[in-house]
Nanobody, 123 residues
Framework: QLQLVESGGGLVQAGDSLRLSCAASGRFLGNYNMAWFRQAPGKEREFVAAITTSGSRTNYANSVKGRFTISRDSAKNTVYLQLNSLKPEDTAVYYC????????????????WGQGTQVTVSS
């Protein structure tokens, strides 16, 4: 069973940066395509970014393209999400997720989820 634990969230001001981490245990993270999703209060969970097992291909939501960067370190069994130029509308709980099924943007196609980390951006 792949277990995922997110960290790195916090309260920041607009324009600041954060780096979220997703540490895996139980299985080798390198066998899974990984993604980040987020969910704001009262809204549905939405796709943010995804990365293939090798890290050679990534995909981003239009709302974060050019500001967020997803990466992975197989040696550390960890996936990262670098958040730059943060905006108040980026406020949400951020979740990492794993799948063997390509790079889907649909959350139901991900089999493994972390518990989430809160990111709050003040204006």
């Amino acid at each position: 069973q792949l277990q995922l634990v997110e960290s790195g969230g916090g309260l920041v001001q607009a324009g600041d940066s954060l780096r979220l981490s997703c540490a895996a245990s139980g299985r080798f993270l390198g066998n899974y395509n990984m993604a980040w999703f987020r969910q704001a209060p009262g809204k549905e969970r939405e796709f943010v970014a995804a990365i293939t097992t090798s890290g050679s291909r990534t995909n981003y939501a239009n709302s974060v393209k050019g500001r967020f960067t997803i990466s992975r370190d197989s040696a550390k069994n960890t996936v990262y999400l670098q958040l730059n130029s943060l905006k108040p509308e980026d406020t949400a709980v951020y979740y990492c997720a794993g799948t063997r099924s390509g790079l889907p943007t649909y959350s139901a196609l991900y089999d493994y989820w972390g518990q989430g980390t809160q990111v709050t951006v003040s204006s």
